[in-house]
C-alpha cells in the first residue's frame, strides 16, 4: 500500500518568514495529495490540494508544488502569521477506483511573534 | 448547519468494555471513514464505507467493528479486545464514486479508558 513520509516533524519560525514541509509518497499510482491543517483540539481542514496534471498550485499565501518523477510534493507558507500555528499533514491517493487518503505524520509549525 | 457530527466529543471507557462512537453527516456524501489519531502518528484509517451496507477494513481494524445501514450514519464500536484504545478518533465523509475529492472531518471523539 502508500507509504507518505513526512518532514520534518517541528518547524519553528518568525512571523513574516517562509515555511516549507516536504512529503513523499511510494506509490506511483497516487494522482491526488492534499494538505490539511489542524488546530489544536480541532478538525483538520483542507487548505490546497493537487492532481498529478498540476505541477504547482497557488493559494494567497500557501502554494504546493509536486514533482511526480521523485515522488514529492511540498508546502509552500510564505509571509508567516502566528495564526498559521498549526499541525499541517499531507496525505495521497491513488484518486481512481473507490481510493482513500494516507496521510503523513504532520508537522506543527509554531509561528513566534 | 450542514456537516459532520460526532459524538460526545469526550468519552470514558472501562477497562473490558465496549464503546460506541457517533458520525452522523447531512452531505449527502456517499463515503465515510473513520481515523485514529495519536500523538506523532498522524491519521490512521481504522475503517470505511463507499455505500450502505458494505464497508472495508482499513490499516488497523483490529479491535474495532463498524456498521452503515444509514447513508448518514457510521458508527464505530471499540471494542474489549482493542488493548490501546486511548486516542483521539476522527470521523470523515467524501463525495465517493470514482476518484478521491475532498475529505470532510468530524470534531473528534476524544477517548480514554479509565
Known amino acids: 500500500g502508500e507509504n507518505v513520509e513526512q518532514h520534518p516533524s517541528t518547524l519553528s519560525v518568525q512571523e513574516g518568514d517562509s515555511a516549507v514541509i516536504k512529503c513523499t509518497y511510494s506509490?506511483?499510482?497516487?494522482?491526488?495529495f492534499p494538505w490539511y491543517k489542524q488546530e489544536l483540539g480541532k478538525r483538520p481542514q483542507l487548505i490546497i490540494d493537487?492532481?498529478?496534471?498540476?505541477g504547482e498550485k497557488k493559494d494567497q499565501r500557501i502554494a504546493v508544488t509536486l514533482n511526480k518523477t521523485a515522488k514529492h510534493f511540498s508546502l509552500h507558507i510564505t509571509e508567516t502569521q502566528p495564526e498559521d500555528s498549526a499541525v499541517y499533514f499531507c496525505?495521497?491517493?491513488?484518486?481512481?477506483?473507490?481510493?482513500?487518503?494516507?496521510f503523513g505524520k504532520g508537522t506543527m509549525l509554531l509561528v513566534s511573534p | 448547519d450542514g456537516g459532520i457530527t460526532q459524538s460526545p466529543k469526550y468519552l470514558f471507557r472501562k477497562e473490558g468494555q465496549n464503546v460506541t462512537l457517533s458520525c452522523e453527516q447531512n452531505?449527502?456524501?456517499?463515503?465515510m471513514y473513520w481515523y485514529r489519531q495519536d500523538p506523532g502518528q498522524g491519521l490512521r484509517l481504522i475503517y470505511y464505507?463507499?455505500?450502505?451496507?458494505?464497508?472495508q477494513k482499513g490499516d488497523i481494524a483490529e479491535g474495532y467493528s463498524v456498521s452503515r445501514e444509514k447513508k448518514e450514519s457510521f458508527p464505530l464500536t471499540v471494542t474489549s479486545a482493542q488493548k490501546n484504545p486511548t486516542a483521539f478518533y476522527l470521523c470523515?465523509?467524501?463525495?465517493?464514486?470514482?476518484?478521491?475529492?475532498?475529505?470532510?472531518f468530524g470534531q473528534g471523539t476524544r477517548l480514554t479508558v479509565v
Open positions: 506509490d506511483s499510482a497516487s494522482n491526488y
Open positions: 464505507s463507499q455505500i450502505v451496507n458494505d464497508f
Open positions: 493537487i492532481r498529478s496534471n498540476v
Open positions: 496525505a495521497a491517493s491513488p484518486g481512481s477506483g473507490y481510493s482513500t487518503l494516507t
Open positions: 470523515a465523509s467524501s463525495i465517493g464514486g470514482q476518484g478521491i475529492t475532498e475529505a470532510f
Open positions: 452531505l449527502n456524501h456517499d463515503a
